[in-house]
């Protein structure tokens, strides 16, 4: 999950109106990894050594607040859903 989907992470490759979109600073994303077990998807912190490296959602207030997802403004568990949220929101 990138977590902070905002206008200036989402880039135009070249100035052509057809240009490839690219999208900009992961540095709050985390990994996220779907447990087989229960299908829930669980977010990995850094880069996942190990899969007994991560937990179940995650409730950090992290992101710009214009662009946060209802679930990260009232400490929800968050899934990849907030990123497709955001990216409806921008």
């Not at 992101?63 to 949220?85: C, F, H, R």
Request: hydrophobic share 40%.
């Amino acid at each position: 999950m990138h977590r902070d989907l905002k206008p200036e992470n989402i880039l135009f490759e070249t100035p052509d109106p057809h240009s490839r979109i690219m999208i900009a600073d992961f540095g709050i994303a985390v990994k996220l990894v779907h447990d087989e077990e229960t299908g829930q998807a669980c977010v990995g912190y850094k880069d996942i050594p190990s899969v007994d490296n991560y937990e179940l959602g995650t409730t950090e207030f992290v992101g710009t607040l214009g662009y946060l997802a209802p679930e990260v403004m009232v400490n929800l568990p968050q899934t990849e859903k907030i990123d497709i949220w955001t990216i409806g929101y921008v």
